[in-house]
């Protein structure tokens, strides 16, 4: 069974930044592909960031790009998402995710932990 588990969350004014971490359980961590989603009141979920096994590869979306940083810890079964210059717009649910790299899709999600920037 894996599980993910997100912490880092809160509240943070406009400019400011904030680290998401998210353990994940299991013997396999090292091959699965990770990622964060977002959710904001009345929208769809929608991904923020994905990170290959290795961490050569990252993938963001555009509303984030040269603002965040997904990274990963292979030892400590971590991953992260650094969010730099905090917009009110990035107020939402972050969710962490994983996906084996047979899949296609992403299977295995945490409860997410808000973040709210304010203006």
């Known amino acids: 069974q894996v599980q993910l588990v997100e912490s880092g969350g809160g509240s943070v004014q406009a400019g400011g930044s904030l680290r998401l971490s998210c353990t994940v359980s299991?013997?396999?961590?090292?091959?699965?592909?990770l990622a964060w989603f977002r959710q904001a009141p009345g929208q769809e979920r929608d991904y923020v960031a994905y990170i290959s096994p290795d961490g050569g590869t990252t993938i963001y979306g555009d509303s984030v790009k040269g603002r965040f940083t997904i990274s990963r810890d292979n030892v400590k079964n971590t991953v992260y998402l650094q969010m730099n210059s905090l917009k009110p717009e990035d107020t939402a649910v972050y969710y962490c995710?994983?996906?084996?790299?047979?899949?296609?899709?992403?299977?295995?999600w945490g409860r997410g932990t808000q973040v709210t920037v304010s203006s």
């Open positions: 299991g013997p396999t961590f090292s091959t699965y592909w």
């Open positions: 995710s994983a996906r084996r790299a047979s899949s296609a899709t992403y299977d295995y």
